[in-house]
């Protein structure tokens, strides 16, 4: 795990690389440090970051990946209590 956490630090820094890019490296080092202190996630944090490997495998298309993260995006526990609470 050491070294897929040290190569999305290098995707971080890498001056090369799209905003986008550095953005994903930083979401799945956010959710490594998180496993290996064992938080749980909801549901739709787990399925984001299964699709974001599908992309990384290239089984998702981009079109498909976009819709699939607003579907999780509607059904987020962040967004379910923004509302609850308006």
């Known amino acids: 795990m050491i070294d897929v956490k040290q190569q999305l630090i290098k995707v971080k820094q890498d001056p090369g690389l799209s905003h986008g890019e550095k953005s994903l490296a930083e979401s799945l080092l956010d959710r490594i440090e ?35 993260f607003s579907f999780l995006k509607r059904h987020s526990a962040g967004d379910r209590f923004k509302s609850d609470s308006s």
């Open 34 to 68: 998180d496993l290996e202190n064992g938080e749980t996630r909801h549901w739709t944090e787990v399925a984001r970051f299964a699709l974001i490997v599908e992309i990384q495998n290239q089984v998702v298309g981009k079109q498909a990946a976009a819709k699939i």
